[in-house]
């Protein structure tokens, strides 16, 4: 097992968060056609910020439980194990998912560790062709 580059890892991210951007966009419009936002422009703002972090939690632990991979690990050619190379449960992914949530999570690569992997005892490896 190889172990995903950062440049990999970086490309599943940038993917991954337009895709959930487009869906939030979507979804969130949908839903304001049944909530009243006038005058709310703080609240709306707000909600939005949950929506968004809600659906990209969903995203990527359906994804990453049913497929061990998102749409960006696809296109990369990546994909998520345990640390000791076993698919991992729901609870495994769901504790991924939610260490996304962990504030600069985002740029914790640029310290030699992703934060979500470590918290979760998970890892993303190269595909084998």
């Known amino acids: 097992m190889e172990l995903a ?10 993917i991954d ?3 959930c951007s487009i869906l939030t966009l979507i ?3 949908l839903a304001v056609i049944f909530i009243d936002f006038s005058d ?4 709306f703002f707000t909600w939005y910020i949950y929506f ?10 359906v994804f990453e439980y049913y497929f061990y991979r ?3 690990k696809t296109i990369t050619k990546t994909k998520v194990l345990t640390i000791d190379g076993e698919r991992p449960g729901f609870a495994t992914v ?4 939610f260490g996304r949530l962990i504030p600069f999570n985002a740029v914790s690569f640029l310290a030699n560790g992703n934060w979500h992997d470590s918290v979760s005892k998970t890892m993303v490896v ?3 062709l």
């Open 5 to 14: 580059e950062n440049k990999q890892r970086f490309n599943n991210y940038l």
């Open 17 to 19: 968060s337009i895709i």
């Open 27 to 29: 979804l969130f419009a």
């Open 40 to 43: 709310k422009d703080e609240i």
């Open 52 to 61: 968004y972090l809600a659906l990209r939690t969903i995203y990527y632990t």
């Open 70 to 72: 998102t749409i960006g």
């Open 94 to 97: 769901l504790g991924r998912s």
């Open 126 to 128: 190269k595909e084998v």
